[in-house]
């Protein structure tokens, strides 16, 4: 008999409690039920070009074919895609799933260390970069085993005219390509420039489709390994959760969240394709103006994003002409969602904000409010079909209901562990339920909500941003002698990373130290404030207590 868990009470009726995981044997057998189903429907839209289902499978096709034809890779090595939100990337990805390989996903805005430690970390043997960032792959790239260069330009799918104009105006007036020189290098347009087959690779739900780098639970960088049954069985999760709100081959998702984020890659990307939705993306979705002037263009019925992003547009004075009659549903997640945001939000729209709470470690969906109109705003909602929650304190004890525990999650969406870290898995799985690092409670609706956090990780605009990261880095600095790193609440970030800083040289200074991070850290995990202090608070064996920084 299966348990009859106390959240099942408060499932919309149209939600079943468990899913088949074995639905659908690979991402590629999605794909390939939506090209028949929906042909010649729109799939992917960005800057006004839009390809068809049947015209996405014949490109990754292509693509599946160059990579088993003209390069030396094989089934199961590891492929990079380094591109913003742009045709390019489905392309490349249902490519490389269909010849059998692995995606690796990689921040186009990593700088050349981060790229150089996670494509060794990870093994990987080629690249697909957008020819703006090659300049930093030239920087790494012969202390790597990358054997295949690949590089994309943005105009590259936008036709001949369109294409080359955009192209132009990318490298000579905006000045957006930094001059590189990699010897060997294949061009995108070239590997896709061809109409034959590739042979077919026998996927199962047991193939690993992709490697999610990130800190993890445990805060040391590493590739969470998922597989092909992972995507799948989340995927089938939310299409579940939703019922018939979405109706195949109607919907627009509107997906300004990158596609190497795994929120975005699950619910927009692939869930997209299953319903037969155009999937319109963004390229640059801080360009606010640019943004708001895509969404008047037609109306959208699917949203997702973060709580800055849904800040950001509520605060632009042209956000509330569009159109939103259309709207469905607004899925939220990535880091916490703020009261007041979500309020304005429905208000604004006259669509409630749906909260959802995952991890890349699971897929990333793990729990979601309830789409009937009985969500609870602050709470990150209930267990999603076919997943458990269980709540332990610090001796690995389950508590009781309405106590305080760390969150465990075992669902068929949770990672098959961390890629080449067995002492890392050891961490992170209790049994057969994976421990997240995050302090939550149940209420007597079944509802969870987050109280604490357990692990050290900063969330800046939904981005996980682990300290000792950042304070490997700034320790680099010569003038420094210790550092420790917190985050710290932010309005606009929902936290911002904070650095303590012991000088070895008093010379040093904030713009010192930021103007060193610049070069070596991505945007997002820049310190925004530095305090600097005669000691750092310590435990009796040496360590930096971080949490009592101040």
């Given at each position: 008999?299966?348990e009859?868990?106390?959240w099942?009470?408060?499932?919309p009726?149209?939600?079943?409690?468990?899913?088949?995981p074995?639905?659908?044997?690979?991402?590629?057998d999605?794909?390939?039920?939506?090209?028949?189903?929906?042909?010649?429907?729109?799939s992917?839209e960005?800057m006004g070009?839009?390809?068809?289902f049947?015209?996405?499978d014949?490109?990754s096709?292509?693509?599946?074919?160059?990579?088993?034809n003209?390069t030396?890779?094989k089934?199961g090595?590891?492929?990079?895609i380094?591109l913003p939100n742009?045709?390019?990337?489905p392309i490349?990805?249902?490519?490389v799933?269909?010849?059998?390989?692995i995606?690796?996903?990689v921040n186009?805005?990593?700088?050349?260390d981060?790229?150089h430690?996670?494509f060794?970390?990870l093994?990987?043997?080629?690249?697909?970069?957008?020819?703006?960032f090659a300049?930093n792959?030239e920087?790494?790239?012969?202390d790597?085993q990358?054997?295949?260069?690949?590089?994309?330009s943005?105009?590259?799918m936008?036709?001949t005219i369109?294409?080359?104009i955009?192209n132009?105006v990318?490298r000579?007036?905006?000045?957006?390509?930094p001059?590189?020189?990699?010897e060997?290098f294949?061009?995108f347009?070239?590997?896709?420039?061809?109409?034959n087959?590739p042979e077919?690779y026998?996927?199962?739900i047991k193939?690993?489709a992709?490697?999610?780098y990130t800190?993890?639970t445990?805060?040391v960088?590493?590739?969470?390994?998922?597989?092909h049954g992972?995507i799948?069985?989340?995927?089938?999760?939310?299409d579940?959760?939703?019922?018939n709100v979405?109706?195949?081959g109607?919907?627009?998702?509107?997906?300004p969240l990158?596609?190497?984020?795994?929120?975005s890659?699950?619910?927009?990307l692939?869930l997209?394709?299953h319903?037969?939705?155009k999937?319109?993306?963004?390229?640059n979705?801080?360009?606010l103006?640019?943004?708001?002037?895509?969404?008047k263009?037609e109306?959208?019925s699917?949203f997702?994003?973060?709580n800055?992003?849904?800040n950001g547009?509520?605060n632009?004075?042209d956000?509330?002409?569009i159109d939103?009659s259309?709207l469905?549903?607004t899925?939220?997640?990535?880091?916490?969602m703020q009261?007041i945001?979500?309020?304005?939000w429905?208000?604004v729209?006259?669509?409630p904000v749906?909260e959802?709470?995952?991890?890349?470690?699971t897929?990333?969906g793990?729990?979601?409010?309830p789409i009937?109109g009985?969500?609870?705003?602050?709470?990150?909602?209930?267990?999603l079909?076919?997943?458990?929650?269980?709540l332990f304190?610090d001796n690995?004890n389950?508590?009781?209901?309405?106590q305080?525990?760390?969150?465990?999650i075992k669902?068929?969406q949770?990672?098959q562990?961390?890629w080449?870290?067995?002492?890392?898995?050891?961490?992170v799985?209790?049994?057969?339920?994976?421990?997240t690092?995050?302090?939550?409670?149940?209420?007597?609706?079944?509802?969870?909500r987050?109280v604490?956090?357990?692990?050290?990780?900063?969330i800046?605009?939904g981005?996980n941003?682990?300290p000792?990261?950042i304070?490997?880095v700034?320790?680099?600095?010569?003038g420094?002698?210790?550092?420790?790193?917190r985050?710290?609440p932010?309005?606009?970030?929902t936290?911002?990373i904070?650095?303590?800083?012991?000088?070895?040289?008093?010379?040093?200074t904030?713009?010192n130290?930021?103007?060193?991070?610049?070069e070596?850290l991505?945007?997002?995990?820049l310190p925004?404030h530095i305090?600097?202090?005669?000691?750092?608070?310590k435990?009796?064996?040496?360590?930096i207590?971080?949490r009592?920084l101040?």
């Amino acid at each position: 008999m299966k348990e009859n868990y106390p959240w099942y009470k408060s499932y919309p009726s149209f939600a079943p409690h468990e899913i088949d995981p074995e639905k659908y044997s690979s991402i590629i057998d999605i794909l390939n039920r939506a090209v028949v189903k929906f042909q010649h429907k729109p799939s992917i839209e960005n800057m006004g070009k839009s390809i068809s289902f049947i015209e996405l499978d014949k490109f990754s096709d292509a693509f599946a074919w160059y990579l088993q034809n003209k390069t030396q890779l094989k089934p199961g090595d590891r492929v990079a895609i380094q591109l913003p939100n742009l045709i390019q990337f489905p392309i490349v990805a249902f490519g490389v799933l269909k010849a059998g390989m692995i995606v690796v996903n990689v921040n186009p805005l990593y700088t050349a260390d981060e790229m150089h430690h996670q494509f060794n970390d990870l093994g990987v043997k080629a690249i697909v970069i957008l020819e703006n960032f090659a300049c930093n792959l030239e920087k790494i790239l012969n202390d790597t085993q990358i054997e295949n260069v690949i590089i994309a330009s943005i105009g590259d799918m936008l036709g001949t005219i369109k294409g080359a104009i955009t192209n132009f105006v990318v490298r000579n007036v905006k000045k957006m390509v930094p001059p590189y020189k990699i010897e060997k290098f294949t061009t995108f347009k070239e590997t896709i420039n061809q109409k034959n087959k590739p042979e077919i690779y026998p996927l199962t739900i047991k193939d690993i489709a992709f490697l999610q780098y990130t800190g993890g639970t445990t805060g040391v960088s590493k590739g969470v390994t998922l597989t092909h049954g992972n995507i799948c069985a989340n995927m089938a999760q939310v299409d579940g959760w939703l019922g018939n709100v979405l109706q195949e081959g109607k919907e627009i998702f509107i997906t300004p969240l990158p596609l190497y984020h795994i929120f975005s890659l699950t619910a927009n990307l692939i869930l997209g394709i299953h319903l037969g939705a155009k999937i319109k993306l963004i390229t640059n979705p801080r360009d606010l103006k640019g943004f708001i002037k895509e969404m008047k263009k037609e109306k959208f019925s699917f949203f997702s994003g973060v709580n800055t992003l849904f800040n950001g547009l509520l605060n632009q004075p042209d956000f509330a002409e569009i159109d939103f009659s259309g709207l469905k549903i607004t899925l939220a997640g990535g880091m916490a969602m703020q009261d007041i945001v979500a309020k304005k939000w429905e208000k604004v729209t006259g669509n409630p904000v749906i909260e959802a709470y995952g991890l890349s470690e699971t897929s990333p969906g793990a729990s979601v409010n309830p789409i009937d109109g009985k969500h609870k705003i602050g709470t990150i909602g209930l267990p999603l079909p076919s997943t458990v929650f269980k709540l332990f304190d610090d001796n690995g004890n389950e508590v009781p209901p309405g106590q305080p525990g760390e969150i465990a999650i075992k669902g068929p969406q949770v990672m098959q562990g961390y890629w080449q870290k067995p002492d890392e898995n050891a961490k992170v799985f209790k049994g057969e339920f994976m421990l997240t690092g995050d302090i939550g409670v149940m209420d007597e609706d079944g509802f969870f909500r987050i109280v604490d956090r357990k692990k050290e990780m900063i969330i800046v605009s939904g981005f996980n941003v682990f300290p000792n990261e950042i304070e490997k880095v700034i320790s680099e600095h010569p003038g420094v002698l210790e550092v420790g790193v917190r985050g710290v609440p932010d309005e606009k970030t929902t936290e911002a990373i904070k650095a303590f800083i012991v000088k070895k040289d008093p010379s040093v200074t904030e713009d010192n130290i930021k103007e060193f991070c610049k070069e070596r850290l991505t945007p997002y995990k820049l310190p925004k404030h530095i305090a600097f202090r005669d000691e750092l608070p310590k435990s009796n064996i040496g360590k930096i207590l971080r949490r009592k920084l101040e």
